[in-house]
């Protein structure tokens, strides 16, 4: 019982921190603004992961792409992730390293927005991928654990929760991408 209780307490601290920490508060309202004003450009936003964080960020494409609180268009959204063609035969035939960067030149655009998801903010393929992003005029937006890596200073804004913990980061990165959701559907769109 007391993992439970002590895994519980832990996941909580981390938000207390992240609700004391007026800077990363910031951080998540602009983050939040960019995107909705690439979406009222008819711009795309883009989100990588590895792993967990794959798994976060083909959750929060679904939730911009069909529906968050309420029944309203769908956004262009999606996970960099999700072909297994291209996927496999890019990490492949070049590196897997190259598998989210090349897709990003292939199919980003000056004012989409790509999201890359690294709890330790040192990926290599996440990091090709903002660094190839901001090439294209794309803008960025790292969600990390609390050092931020080599992400803290490559992305446009830089979400570095205050845990070196990887299960409490990917809770806190989809609480605060949830927390976008809800902020970019509402601003966008109004309830029927």
Known sequence: MDIIRNRLLASIEV????????????????????I???????GSVYFCGNGG???????????????????REPLSSD??????????????????DDIYSRLIKGIGRKGDVLVGLSTSGNSKNI???????????????????????????????????PSDDTPRIQESHITIGHIMCEIIESSLFSKK
């Open 15 to 34: 938000k207390q921190d992240i609700v004391q920490d007026m800077h990363l508060i910031n951080q998540i309202k602009a983050s939040s603004d960019i």
């Open 36 to 42: 909705i004003k690439c979406f009222q450009n008819n």
């Open 53 to 71: 964080s794959a798994a976060d960020a083909q959750h929060l494409a679904a939730e911009l792409s069909g529906r968050f609180y309420f029944d």
């Open 79 to 96: 996970a960099l992730h999700c072909n297994t063609s291209f996927l496999t035969a890019v990490g492949n035939d070049y590196s897997f």
């Open 127 to 161: 990091v090709n991928a903002i660094d190839e992003a901001k090439k294209r005029g794309i803008y960025t937006i790292a969600f990390t654990g609390k050092s931020g890596g080599k992400l803290r200073n490559l992305a446009d804004i830089c979400i570095c929760i």
